[in-house]
């Protein structure tokens, strides 16, 4: 099997460089499991992995696609088989927080019939009327279970929930359990910190992001990349973009902190109940020394 393991986590746990030390190690490639960190440009406010790992490690699923463009598990699961079958003497370590990829490729994607493209017009329109926050929420209550993971910015994954339950009749998160056509399991490493320690790394790290230039990142996509690209979704670019002085960004900011600790919150739920996986306390051990002796 040419991936060799999966890391996954929360948003701020420390994956990428626990896995570029491991991609080093045994001579690896990285496929990013992420799906904010895919879009070309949109780096600093995904805390894509830093040019020096990508330069020291090649890279795959991060900063490629166009801001355009749509992308889904079933796309993500397309092109990693793609790219495992075009390079099978090649060896891989899977890492990345989007828990609902990670599933997908090891277990396949769900045959959920195809759906009119007038449910989901209608659901928009509805979204555009009502606020994202609205759909968020009827989302949640009608399938909890398909919204563990989602964040309330990612409108093309809630709006896909809405659409197959309002389509079919049944919960997504039902469809999801009858899946076809992955590669199988894998050995799956879940870093953890405790719960305060992981709220103080993101918090941090939001802060390091606009120390590093997050804002002119905003300014300068916005002369170029459509404003309804979806590529905007990801947490804090719109918000920053419409802040128009220095208490409006600081409250943005806050709010950017806010919302990701939710969504690290529904990432641990997930990774804990969803995916099967070996937890490592990365405050208790050095997280390379275990997954390393545990493949031996």
């Known amino acids: 099997m040419p991936i060799l393991f999966a890391i996954v986590g929360a948003t ?3 994956k990428s460089s626990v896995a570029v030390e491991l991609a080093a ?6 496929i990013g499991v992420d799906s904010r960190q895919i879009y070309k440009g949109f780096a600093i406010g995904t805390a894509q992995p830093p040019r020096s790992d990508m330069e020291k490690v090649k890279h795959h699923m991060v900063d490629f696609l166009e801001p355009e463009k749509v992308f889904s ?23 990345g927080g989007t828990g609902l990829y990670m599933q997908s490729l090891m277990l396949g994607l769900p045959q959920i019939p195809k759906v009119a493209p007038e449910v989901r017009a209608e659901i928009e329109e509805f979204g555009r009327s009502a606020g994202i926050d609205s759909l968020f929420k009827m989302a949640c209550e009608i399938d909890p279970e398909a919204m563990a993971n ?3 910015h990612n409108v093309q994954r809630i709006v896909r929930i809405l659409e197959v339950h309002r389509a079919t009749g049944r919960k997504f998160s039902e469809w999801q359990k009858e ?14 910190r405790p ?4 709220y103080a790394r993101i918090d941090a790290r939001v802060d390091q992001m606009m120390r590093d230039g997050w804002m002119d990142e905003v300014l300068r996509l916005a002369q170029t990349v459509p404003l309804d690209a979806p590529a905007w979704q990801s947490l804090g670019y719109r918000e920053l973009l419409q802040a128009n002085s220095s208490a ?21 739920t997930w990774f804990r ?18 997954i390393a002796d545990s493949l031996v």
């Open 12 to 14: 701020g746990t420390g």
């Open 25 to 30: 190690h045994y001579g690896a490639e990285i």
């Open 73 to 95: 598990a079933g796309d993500f699961c397309t092109l990693t088989k793609e790219l495992l079958e075009a390079y099978p003497e090649r060896k891989f370590i899977a890492v």
């Open 150 to 152: 989602v964040d309330e």
């Open 179 to 192: 899946r076809v056509g992955g590669i199988g399991a894998l050995p799956v490493f879940w870093l953890d």
């Open 195 to 198: 719960r305060e320690a992981l």
């Open 248 to 268: 409006e960004i600081a409250r943005v900011v806050e709010d950017v902190k806010r919302k990701t600790r939710n969504y690290a919150k529904r990432q641990l």
């Open 273 to 290: 109940w969803q995916v099967e996986s070996t937890r490592i306390d990365m405050d208790s051990c050095n997280p390379v020394d275990v």
